[in-house]
């Protein structure tokens, strides 16, 4: 799946063919735009307005005490993206809409909406000073505690839907008893395991901000004792020797440098017992000459600018797990989120 410019028409086709449609003017014009007007238009309430039927701009105007003019603006441009249909001077919300921007669907990334908006919209300004230094934000570092809860409501979004896919497909032990979720927080992959295994339990290693903002998030899993929380550092703390079947550091490689993943890893592979697995699951940076991708790159950009590292490719992963005396097991992409990848080893 990929992000891309394409043409309606014949007319169209042949301008983009000769280099004739000012592509950067869209990069720069229209998409921060896009962007933003959803983001808004999640936190003024606007889709959670339309939630029970259909309603007419006066009525939004009244209900959300937002400006006419600017929310009839904002509304013709959702409408053209696809969140609203209008039809006898009312908006609808669609269907993908419904699923993805309605805070109490299990599909929702409404939180991962106002984390963008109320904390991530800003650090972009700080772009062009990471060009020049290679310094990060390290936000981890700086979050307050309003900031940390709408974090952890940002990755339980983030993480909703690729949950479901790693508890079916995650190459792990079918006996597992025991797992280690590093930096899980929200639980819902440990979650999904434990589901799938109902002999395994499992201990989320995290931050103790994180723990204390993503708590009340594990509690809706309803996993009781089967999922418990350990307060500590990855990088600091030793994960202990043949504790664990399963261990899973899942979206965290990329705030560490290879150094500190190369840690990490050795660790991991002392904890494990024999025929365990460690599973990398992360986006991943692709291989110069690979075929382009968006997300990949993108995301690779943005973990640089928020914690200085940023993403790998599947060998530099394997390449850790191996120096760690791991052998690689079975590499899974996703099929519900693209870019996304298991990197699998086994002791």
Not at 36 to 59: H, M, N, S
Not at 71 to 89: I, Q, R, S, W
Not at 169 to 180: D, E, Y
């Amino acid at each position: 799946m990929q992000l891309t410019i394409s043409p309606e028409n014949p007319l169209e086709w042949l301008a983009l063919r000769a280099n004739l449609a000012p592509i950067p003017l869209l990069h720069v014009q229209i998409m921060p735009v896009l962007a933003k007007a959803v983001l808004e238009a999640a936190d003024k309430g606007i889709f959670e307005a339309v939630k029970e039927g259909r309603k007419t701009l006066d009525e939004l105007t009244t209900t959300l005490h937002l400006n006419r003019k600017a929310l009839g603006e904002l509304m013709g441009l959702l409408t053209a993206m696809g969140y609203f249909t209008y039809k006898n001077n009312q908006f609808s919300l669609t269907r993908m809409a419904r699923r993805f921007t309605l805070k109490d669907d299990p599909f929702s990334v409404y939180g991962m909406m106002i984390f963008n908006n109320r904390v991530v919209w800003d650090w972009m300004n700080q772009l062009g000073n990471y060009l020049q230094t290679g310094e990060g934000i390290q936000y981890h570092d700086s979050l307050s505690t309003e900031q940390w809860q709408y974090y952890q409501e940002a990755m339980v979004a983030a993480s909703s839907t690729e949950a479901r896919e790693f508890g079916r497909r995650a190459p792990v032990p079918k006996g597992a008893t025991s797992m280690l979720d590093i930096g899980g927080s929200h639980g819902q992959h440990s979650a999904a395991l434990c589901r799938k295994l109902p002999a395994l339990t499992s201990i989320i290693l995290d931050l103790p901000p994180a723990i204390e903002q993503a708590a009340p998030l594990l509690a809706r899993q309803g996993m009781g004792n089967r999922i418990t929380y350990r307060p500590g550092n990855a990088l600091t703390d030793d994960f202990g020797e043949s504790a664990f079947d399963i261990v899973l550091l899942s979206s965290l490689a990329h705030h560490f440098t290879p150094e500190q993943n190369q840690l990490v890893t050795d660790k991991v592979a002392r904890a494990l017992r024999p025929g365990g697995v460690f599973i990398v699951n992360e986006f991943i940076r692709p291989e110069l000459g690979a075929k382009p991708d968006l997300i990949g790159s993108s995301t690779d950009l943005f973990y640089g600018l928020s914690s200085t590292a940023g993403n790998y490719s599947v060998t530099e992963i394997q390449q850790w797990q191996q120096t760690a005396g791991l052998k690689a097991h079975k590499v899974i992409s996703y099929r519900t989120m693209p870019g996304r990848v298991m990197v699998a080893a086994k002791k």
